[in-house]
């Protein structure tokens, strides 16, 4: 990972836990809801180190190397499923907090802050009480080392 200075939430407190909550969802299994209104341009989600795992290009090139058993298979799915990748640290993120639920829509609520920190997300519009709060995957950077992973990020692939 590039030496550089992650941009984590230094509040006690992840704004997801005031504004968001995990329910079932009509585009994908489980989804993240708003519990209130949350106006354009609010930080929703902002990480703090114990919210996300970072790992690294060659962490995760070890993990893929070792990919014979099941359970690893399985180990890295769910890796790739609930991670994202965040350009300035080439590295992937994994979510441990439930910002991990959000969807994919073309049609997104909320996205990355103007200043692209992938370490929180705002409201792109107005999110009313209960809508589900869905950001477009097609947006996220992709990189060359998850090539053979093409199908978790792009969702043009599902």
């Not at 106006?39 to 114990?50: E, F, N, S, V």
């Not at 209960?130 to 995957?137: A, F, T, V």
Request: hydrophobic share 30%; proline share 4%; with cysteine.
């Amino acid at each position: 990972m590039k030496d550089r200075k992650i941009p984590y939430n230094p509040n006690l407190t992840n704004p997801i836990d005031e504004y968001a909550e995990v329910k079932l969802s009509d585009i994908h299994g489980l989804g993240l809801f708003a519990k209130k209104f949350i106006p354009k341009g609010t930080i929703w989600w902002h990480a703090r180190p114990q919210d996300v795992l970072i790992i690294s290009k060659d962490q995760f090139l070890t993990l893929n190397s070792s990919y014979s058993t099941s359970q690893m298979k399985d180990f890295l799915h769910n890796l790739l499923i609930y991670s994202y990748y965040e350009r300035d640290s080439d590295s992937l993120i994994f979510c441990l907090d439930n910002s991990r639920y959000v969807n994919h829509s073309f049609d997104a609520n909320s996205g990355a802050s103007e200043d692209e920190n992938g370490f929180c997300s705002v409201a792109l519009r107005d999110i009313q009480p209960g809508e589900e709060i869905i950001e477009d995957y097609s947006k996220y950077t992709f990189c060359k080392w998850l090539q053979k992973y093409k199908n978790y990020f792009d969702p043009c692939c599902w």
